[in-house]
């Protein structure tokens, strides 16, 4: 599994953050819209790692990729991962 993330990675835009903040939404529905909005590029991500369509992405894969990115974020730093948490 090889990842190459984009330093300019970004999972909400300032521009779509604007238009959730400005939806008729609760809070709550507010952060799920990001949340979603965000685990969508991260699915895509996964997906083309795969070379496969988000549609056809597995729960093995998902959790696959999940534990990589987690490895990388320990061997090798934060940096290094795709998600930088």
Do not use: C, Y
Not at 58 to 77: A, M
């Amino acid at each position: 599994m090889e990842f190459q993330q984009q330093p300019t990675t970004q999972f909400l835009t300032l521009e779509e953050s604007a238009k959730v903040d400005a939806a008729l939404l609760s809070s709550a529905e507010k952060f799920l819209t990001r949340l979603t909005i965000s685990s969508h590029r991260v699915l895509q991500q996964i997906a083309k790692e795969n070379n496969v369509a988000v549609e056809e992405l597995t729960t093995k894969q998902i959790i696959d990729w999940f534990e990589q990115d987690g490895k990388i974020r320990r061997e090798k730093g934060v940096e290094a991962a795709f998600l930088k948490w």
